[in-house]
């Protein structure tokens, strides 16, 4: 028998979900039988797995050592890597990222360690705010993503409370994102919102763009304005009404103006002759604007960031030096 006893970061939750993270050898299969048979109880009595589990809940596993993850399985990479974080800004509950082009947010196979998210949870581990050996079913963990080869402001939450209302927040549509992006040609107006229809192609990673709309298309809009032209080349502040994967490079590629840069969309072969290996697209700016001031983040409700000019690495190109307004 095994007892765990909830603290700030595991509340809020239902019971199944947690154990789900907290007890990851146990199938789900058994999971929900062993509550049903009173093998998995809270505070000593029967319990369901819906149950919103509250700070200071005790539960009691009757199951076999087996299902539990052994000591030796612990995070101990976190303590060996020298964090190399840009902090936009932190607070209790969340940290703002500058993810510069060509870092990976997530580990794949190729890259287990040296990722953001693993950069964020060295960096807390290693100031004391987050202890992997204490907290059973939560990790700090990054509320949105970018490309890697897209650079930008990445949200990371610190705590759970933060990470469930950021999240939410976010599915509501509560967060205003602009990016800057530098495209082939001029474009035909000075601003534009532009409508049309998206298609995701998960086997090739691409998505279709169509002017109408089509079965298993998405509706895309995308507002956009010119902000400095140089030769073939116009610099431009780009808002999404719509988020959609790929959306800003394969709806301005769509139109006949690619991304500088953007091999997928575009063809870049001169472009990487002259240095741009990655796409000219940055999120560099980000408000909150909650429906309400409630929650454990309603504190953020109206607050603007931007990244500064010098911090984007393709705006030197158009004339922009640090300080500068965007």
């Known amino acids: 028998m095994q007892s765990y006893i909830i603290k700030k970061n595991d509340a809020g939750q239902r019971l ?93 196979t190729a890259a287990a360690e040296n990722t953001l998210i693993m950069h964020v949870q060295a960096y807390l581990a290693q100031k004391g705010e987050y202890d992997p050996a204490k907290e059973r079913s939560f990790a700090p963990a990054l509320c949105n993503r970018i490309d890697r080869n897209t650079g930008g402001i990445v949200i990371a939450a610190k705590t759970a409370e933060g990470l469930r209302e950021m999240n939410e927040r976010i599915r509501n549509d509560e967060l205003e994102k602009c990016y800057l ?33 089509k079965a298993g298309y998405k509706e895309i809009i995308t507002k956009y304005r010119v902000l400095r032209e140089q030769g073939e080349l116009s610099l431009l502040e780009v808002e999404l009404v719509t988020g959609r994967t790929h959306q800003i490079r394969a709806h301005l590629a769509h139109i006949g103006h690619p991304l500088l840069g953007d091999g997928k969309y575009g063809v870049n072969r001169e472009d990487r002759a002259r240095g741009y290996k990655f796409q000219a697209l940055y999120a560099y700016s980000l408000r909150f604007r909650f429906h309400d001031d409630g929650g454990a983040l309603g504190y953020l409700n109206g607050k603007k960031f931007r990244l500064d000019p010098a911090k984007i690495w393709f705006l030197k190109d158009f004339g922009y030096q640090e300080g500068d307004c965007i």
């Open 16 to 108: 199944d979900k947690y154990l789900t993270k907290a007890v990851k050898g146990l199938p789900t299969s058994l999971m929900y039988k062993y509550i049903r048979t009173k093998k998995i109880k809270v505070n000593r009595g029967r319990t369901q797995a819906n149950y919103i589990l509250q700070e200071g809940d005790e539960i009691l596993l009757f199951i076999r050592d087996e299902f539990f993850e052994s000591p030796e399985k612990d995070k101990s990479a976190i303590f060996r890597i020298h964090p190399k974080l840009e902090i936009v800004y932190e607070d209790e509950h969340i940290l703002l990222l500058n993810k510069r082009p060509g870092v990976l947010v997530h580990e794949d």
């Open 181 to 213: 992006c530098v495209v082939h040609g001029r474009m035909p107006k000075r601003a534009d919102t532009m409508r049309g229809w998206l298609r995701k192609d998960s086997s090739n990673n691409t998505v279709d763009v169509s002017d109408t709309p």
